[in-house]
Each structure stands twice: as structure tokens, then as C-alpha cells.
């Protein structure tokens, strides 16, 4: 064959064997970093729980602080839907976590509950809960992932709640994660994910909107909405304190301002209403659809003596 | 082009920090030094990541460099500089996630850097390994001393202190901290590092004669 084919195949061969040796040594790095990458996730979104429920470094979370995960699943079969919920249950023989898969048809009322095996750390992965709801139940024809919330428990006694959501924001999803207490008043408000714009819809991150939630309860924000007036000064210092002036404003003169805006609807950042009513909405979406699934997966166990550990 | 007398591994360990400094004088992959040079920390990091990726892809093209067909060569830098940025990226990910976290896009970028190819056809290709391992740490260096440098101004003139310690107690102007203060602290920089080394190479012809 003549020196230009013989080329031809040289460049070829030689760009073929330099990719597919890349791959093979970014594929076996990533195997070797793949358990420790998950695990530090893993701390860094208790970091961020451990942060929205309050405590930190000076604060830290007490002992006996343990956190659950209840998953929920839309489960089809015998031609109709059901919600699934892999909640975490106590178990007297073994020191392990057990799982225990309690089905609710749409109605209100128990289908069917039954055990399944389950490890905690798998329970973090999507792919697992399937094949072991899969297990439980050969004769579901669709599982699919709906949402997840945490309840923080301290000595079997619920001290807050966490909701991860989403909702559409001015360009892409905005995903947060609502903390509320037992009594489903919000404790605190974290912005995840969102590709706002910088100085406009980015604001959301600020702790000037953020914190505007903390304190309202359920019945207020079944009604909330957003209100295009500038945020008064008083409000803002007490939101988001500069943290270059000597701010030394009184408990009590807090608590005031606290108690005069307490009961106002949101007040929208400037130039960036959608977002602001986006987030707005999403809190409130979330927090009905929540109370309302809570309310009735709380009624079932009661009923049902499930020994529910949350 | 002329061949240079062998030059000494010193000689080309400087040559990367003073004579082609990447950002003072090369001016090549700015990105990062406007970016994220708000601070030394950040600086120090990036500057240990774009060693040992600098480092690591010039000893391997250095190995191959017999093997590597003239028509193919720019591919096969960005494969190798691509595998050796995901290594660093998995690595930092898994094992140093405080680090990650405040560098956070800009170890991918280290990809594109335009003086790491540049090292790698200019030197990495024509010269054996124990020179390329030098050269490549010369530039390293002198690209994390250069990210230093700028985080120090940056930091001092704008939060007021210097590798998280008080230094000042005041913040003399935010401004310094924003993006756009890059460009002018590089620019700035640029000018006091070249006429310092104009003074200086005229003070040792002046000794020479």
C-alpha cells in the first residue's frame, strides 16, 4: 500500500489508542474515587440540613440527633395507582436499620405493607429502593420516584421536618430544601441548585428573602404572596445584618421587629418578581401537598401500630 | 531557529518563574488569575493543581514523544492534559472536598490554559524527561506565585486581611474583591514586574562592563 494510506492508518490507529488508553485510566480513577466522592456528598448535604436547622460550630447538634429518610413512590398495579412510602422502622432484634414499604391507595386507606430488605446506605440510591420494592411486590407493572423528606428526630420525638422541592423559576428549576417544626411552621428556607441571574434573580440566595420565611406558620402561608414593595430598613437589618457595623440592636427591640413583620407577605426582590414569586409559590406548594401526605401517612401508622422510627 | 547552548536545569526552572512567567509575561490562561485570585488561599490551591497537572502531562508526553505522530500531536495534548484534569478533579472531589468547594468549576478549566499545551509542543516534545519535569515545575510555580502575588493585592487592599488573618482591621475598598478589579490588579501588576526586571537586567549589564 502506497505512504498515504500507510498514514492514514497510523493517525488512526494512534488517536484510537490514545483515547481508549485515556478512558481506561479516567474509568479506573473513578472507580477508585467513586465510594469516597458519594461520602463526602453525603456529609455535605447533612451540612447543609445540620445548617438550616440552626446549628453550627458554636451550636452544635445534640447527641442523640438522628436523621430519617421516608421515600415515596408512585406504585401501579391491578390497573390502579398507589403511593408507596420506604419509611424506617424500629427493629428489636437487630442493632441494623429496617425498612418497611407501606402502600396507600388514593383514597387514604392501607393496601398493603410488608418488609424489605433494605441497608441504609443502599436506601441512598434510587436503583436499589427499586429492586427492592420490585422484591416485595412482583406484581407492580410501574414504580416510579416521586419525592423524599428527612424528619429529624431527638429521643423518638419529631424536631423538624426537611423538604427538598423544586419549582420553575425565571429560567430553569430552582431546587430548595424547607426545614419546618413539628407543628409545620417554617423554621428555615436553603436555596440548592438554581441558574438565576447574578444581581437579579440570584438574590435569592440572600439571606434578605431567605430569612422572610422563618416563623410563619401553616396557616399563613396557605395564604402568603408576594408584594412588590421595597423592604423596609428596620426589616432588612434584622434579616441580614451588615457584618461591618457594630449592629448592637437589644433581644427585645429584635423580637419587636420580628413580631411587627411576622404576619406580612413576602416582600419580592427588586427587578426579579418571578423569581421571587416562584420561590414563593414553590414554598407554599410544598408545604400543603406535604401536610396533607404527612397527616395521612401519621394517621395509618397510628392505625396500624406500624412502629414507625420518625 | 538558532539552538540555544544546553542550558542548566536551573536556567530553565527560572526561565518558567522570571523570563515566561504565564501570567506576567506569557499573559496566557488570564482566566483564573482574574477569576478567582480573590484570595492566597484559592491561589495557593489552583497553583498546586495546575503543577501537578503541568507536571504530570509533560512527563507523559515526554515518555511517548517517539510515538506521537507530527499530524496528531494538538489531539493527543488535549487527551493527555483532559486525563490528567479529571484525575486531579476525581481526586480533589473524593479526598479534599473543603479545597474542591472553593475552587469549584476552575479545575476543569485548567483543560483550556493555553500554556500548558504551549510547554508541552514548545519543550515536553523535543527534550528528554528530567528537563521537562524541570520546566514544567519552573512554570507551575511561576504561575502559582503569580496567582499568589495578585491574591495577596487583592485580599489586603479589599478584605483587609492576608490569608484569613487581620492584618488591617478595615476594608479599604470592596472594589477589590469584584471581578472586574482583576483585570486592573493583573494589568497593574504586569507593568511592576516587567520594569523590575528591566532595572534589574540593566544593573547587571552595568556590573558586567
Known amino acids: 500500500m502506497n505512504s498515504t494510506t500507510k498514514e492514514i492508518l497510523r493517525i488512526t490507529f494512534g488517536l ?56 415515596r413512590y408512585i406504585i401501579e398495579k391491578d390497573q390502579a395507582k398507589y403511593l408507596g412510602y420506604i419509611i424506617p422502622i424500629d427493629s428489636q432484634e437487630s442493632k441494623q436499620d429496617a425498612f418497611e414499604l407501606v402502600v396507600i391507595d388514593l383514597k387514604g386507606q392501607l ?34 420516584y416521586a419525592d423524599t423528606f428527612l424528619s429529624a428526630n431527638l429521643n423518638s420525638k419529631r424536631l423538624a421536618y426537611l423538604l427538598p422541592g423544586k419549582t420553575p423559576g425565571f429560567k430553569t428549576a430552582i431546587q430548595f430544601m424547607l426545614a419546618l417544626d413539628s407543628s409545620y411552621t417554617i423554621k428555615g428556607l436553603e436555596i440548592l441548585e438554581h441558574q438565576e441571574d447574578p444581581g437579579l434573580g440570584a438574590e435569592i440566595e440572600r439571606n434578605y428573602f ?91 401508622i397510628s392505625e396500624n401500630k406500624i412502629p414507625a422510627a420518625f | 531557529m538558532i539552538e540555544s547552548k544546553q542550558k542548566s536545569h536551573s536556567d530553565i526552572f527560572l526561565n518558567g518563574v522570571f523570563n515566561e512567567n504565564p501570567i506576567f509575561r506569557l499573559a496566557l490562561s488570564m482566566c483564573p488569575a482574574v477569576g478567582i485570585s480573590t484570595n492566597v488561599m484559592n491561589g495557593i490551591l489552583m497553583g498546586i493543581a495546575v503543577i501537578f497537572v503541568q507536571v504530570c502531562s509533560s512527563l507523559t508526553i515526554s515518555l511517548i514523544k517517539d510515538y506521537i505522530h507530527p499530524r496528531i500531536r494538538i489531539p493527543t495534548y488535549t487527551l493527555t492534559i483532559a486525563t490528567w484534569v479529571t484525575v486531579t478533579d476525581l481526586v480533589l472531589a473524593a479526598y479534599f472536598p473543603v479545597a474542591y468547594k472553593s475552587l469549584g468549576i476552575f479545575v476543569r478549566l485548567i483543560v483550556v490554559f493555553c500554556f500548558i499545551t504551549c510547554r508541552l509542543d514548545v519543550f515536553a516534545r523535543k527534550n528528554p524527561v528530567f528537563p521537562s519535569f524541570i520546566d514544567a515545575l519552573g512554570m507551575g510555580v511561576g504561575f502559582m506565585v503569580g496567582m499568589m502575588a495578585i491574591g495577596g493585592v487583592r485580599e489586603l487592599l479589599g478584605m483587609g486581611t492576608l490569608m484569613g488573618y487581620d492584618i488591617l482591621g478595615f476594608r479599604p475598598l470592596l472594589f477589590f474583591v469584584l471581578p472586574a478589579s482583576g483585570f486592573f490588579v493583573v494589568g497593574f501588576m504586569m507593568v511592576i514586574f516587567n520594569y523590575t526586571e528591566i532595572v534589574y537586567n540593566r544593573k547587571k549589564q552595568r556590573k558586567l562592563l
Not at chain 1, 256 to 272: F, L, P, R, S, V
Open chain 1, 111 to 144: 393496601n398493603t405493607r410488608k418488609q424489605i430488605t433494605l441497608s441504609t446506605e443502599n436506601s441512598r440510591e434510587d436503583r436499589e429502593r427499586k429492586i427492592a420494592i420490585q422484591a416485595v411486590l412482583p406484581e407492580a407493572t410501574a414504580v416510579i
Open chain 1, 16 to 71: 484510537t489508542f490514545t483515547c481508549l488508553f485515556a478512558a481506561f485510566v479516567m474509568g479506573a480513577v473513578f472507580v477508585i474515587t467513586a465510594k469516597a466522592k458519594k461520602y463526602n456528598e453525603y456529609l455535605n448535604f447533612q451540612e447543609k440540613i445540620f445548617d438550616i436547622l440552626g446549628y453550627s460550630e458554636t451550636n452544635p447538634p445534640p447527641d442523640g440527633l438522628q436523621l430519617n429518610q421516608i421515600y
Open chain 1, 210 to 300: 431567605k430569612k422572610q420565611f422563618v416563623g410563619k406558620t401553616l396557616k399563613r402561608v396557605k395564604t402568603i404572596d408576594v408584594v412588590k414593595k421595597p423592604l423596609p430598613e428596620d426589616y432588612r437589618n434584622y434579616l441580614e445584618p451588615d457584618p461591618w457595623k457594630e449592629n448592637s440592636l437589644s433581644e427585645s427591640k429584635l423580637q419587636e421587629i420580628h413580631d411587627t413583620y411576622k404576619n406580612n407577605d413576602i416582600y419580592a426582590i427588586t427587578g426579579a418578581t418571578i423569581s421571587s414569586a416562584a420561590v414563593t409559590n414553590g414554598v407554599k406548594n410544598a408545604l400543603k401537598k406535604f401536610t396533607y401526605r404527612v397527616q395521612v401517612l401519621d394517621q395509618i
